[in-house]
């Protein structure tokens, strides 16, 4: 019997089951499709984002740069093109095709295991040695996107050049250690890459981002603060911003009217980090430039945590607007007693519920 593992897109077919369990066989087959299906759109996403650089620097006067093109050309073609194939194709996306393009010029040479937010990576590499040698490794080795990201900024490329023997073993045993600590893959980690969702032209659903729990907590809080009556009106779920040259998602975005300004909701399921609430003044920054006109007043974060026996609720504060915080935004905004009890209540209901199930 073949391997279910290698089968190809035509030689899908059922022997007699000898050794393997049926159970096995499926499983194999199922998991040898999903593979083949995420290559297979991979591969025409980098193919076809490499041939539109092409044509972009080919037009550029044969190849050659030009200034008043970027200006002119590019931010008319972006707006053709986002408006009949949606926000992937803005003129940053493009000029990230024409880059590419120039980085890896040679077509034969791209790697069907690196995906377009693993390329979006190396291109920012200036010198091409290294950029070839973290786009080898990074396919031979299996490196996810993070992992290369990591090598890349803690110059691992650089530092076993510039290393001798004994201290090259060391350098390479920091890098395994490093990947090493990379979280095991969630198999919704292709399907929800914004960049995959751009190109199929697939909406971002909310649930492509939640876990069971952590949504019913949200369906619960969104009531909850809809409900108050102080002026919230939703915007959005999984808001996708684009941070640092990282995809990150805000689980719940409000504007209240009110107050005049957006509310931010991050929520983790499990004990609040310090680090949680660095990442949540990061988001309100980088919403503030991306969304906030200037008739709203400055945007305002909150944390959630849901442990199973304990809950946290914290505003984040940025330093310059805590009197601001104090003297507008608290007579509208529920306390943060008031929602560390909403959400221990909404998850131990959610716990009985499941039990019941």
Request: hydrophobic share 40%; net charge negative.
């Amino acid at each position: 019997m073949k391997d279910p593992h290698t089968l190809g897109s035509s030689e899908i077919s059922v022997e007699p089951i000898s050794q393997a369990s049926l159970y096995e066989f499926i499983r194999g087959l199922l998991l040898a499709s999903r593979t083949q299906v995420r290559q297979t759109v991979n591969t025409a996403m980098v193919q076809t984002y490499w041939h539109i650089g092409r044509m972009i620097v080919e037009d550029e006067q044969g190849g050659q740069k030009r200034a008043a093109y970027g200006k002119q050309v590019l931010p008319e073609l972006a707006r053709k093109l986002s408006d009949e194939f949606g926000a992937g194709f803005d003129v940053s996306n493009l000029r990230n095709m024409r880059r590419f393009y120039q980085a890896f010029p040679i077509r034969e040479t791209l790697s069907p295991e690196l995906s377009w937010s693993a390329y979006l990576s190396l291109i920012r590499i200036e010198n091409p040695q290294a950029r070839e040698w973290y786009a080898k490794e990074a396919a031979e080795q299996g490196w996810s996107v993070r992992a290369l990201d990591r090598q890349i900024s803690t110059l691992y490329y650089e530092r076993l050049l510039s290393s001798q023997d004994k201290a090259k073993a060391q350098v390479q045993d920091e890098a395994a250690h490093n990947i090493a600590k990379d979280t095991a893959p969630d198999p919704r980690d292709f399907i929800r890459d914004p960049y995959v969702l751009e190109f199929l032209g697939a909406p971002a659903v909310p649930a492509l981002y939640e876990k069971d729990l952590e949504q019913g907590l949200l369906n619960q809080l969104q009531t909850f603060l809809l409900e108050l009556g102080k002026g919230f009106a939703f915007v959005a779920r999984q808001k996708h911003l684009r941070v640092e040259g990282e995809d990150c998602f805000i689980d719940l975005v409000f504007y209240n009217y009110v107050l005049k300004c957006f509310v931010l909701v991050d929520l983790k399921v499990g004990k609040l980090a310090h680090q949680d609430v660095g990442q949540m003044d990061m988001y309100v920054r980088v919403f503030d430039e991306q969304h906030r006109q200037e008739s709203d007043n400055p945007t305002l974060g909150l944390i959630l945590c849901s442990e199973r026996n304990a809950a946290v609720a914290k505003y984040s504060q940025l330093a310059d607007k805590a009197k601001l915080f104090a003297s507008k935004y608290q007579a509208l905004m529920p306390t943060e007693a008031e929602l560390q009890a909403e959400l221990e209540r909404d998850r131990a209901l959610l716990e009985i519920h499941k039990a019941q199930a």
